[in-house]
């Protein structure tokens, strides 16, 4: 058990079994934190409540910009949870920064892009 996490893109629009065939794949991750952490915090400022446990957050352009900036700055926030195992920012930093490439890239495509997790 422990913290999976992954990003993915779906055509815009779509809803349903549409919307799951459209899905593309962008980044996956294995207990890393502080960008839980960070995700929690972005879907906590849009309206999010509850448990951050298997729910979506949908990433737009100033999104992405503003994690690649958080990134960059080691500034994503420290974070632990009983399944989330320890700190993971210097061995994600390049697949992070990929990740939000490729991001930008689906967005000007007009796809949607979302990060999903669960423990």
């Known amino acids: 058990m422990g913290l999976d996490q992954v990003a ?3 055509e815009h629009g779509l809803t349903g079994d549409e919307a799951l065939e459209s899905q593309e794949d962008i980044a996956s991750w294995r ?3 502080n960008l ?3 995700m929690e915090k972005l879907w906590r ?3 999010g409540e509850g448990e951050f446990n298997c729910v979506c957050v949908e990433l ?3 999104d992405i910009y503003a994690l690649q900036s958080a990134i960059q700055g080691k500034d994503l926030p420290e974070t632990q949870g009983f ?3 320890d700190d993971a920012d210097y061995y994600y930093l390049e697949d ?3 990740f939000c490439s490729k991001a930008l890239e689906l967005l ?3 796809k949607d892009v979302y990060y999903s997790s669960f423990w």
């Open 83 to 85: 399944f989330y195992g």
């Open 45 to 47: 400022s849009k309206g």
């Open 8 to 10: 993915f893109a779906q």
């Open 108 to 110: 000007k495509q007009g």
């Open 36 to 38: 839980q952490g960070y």
């Open 96 to 98: 992070d920064l990929l």
């Open 60 to 62: 737009t352009e100033q």
């Open 31 to 33: 207990k890393h934190p």
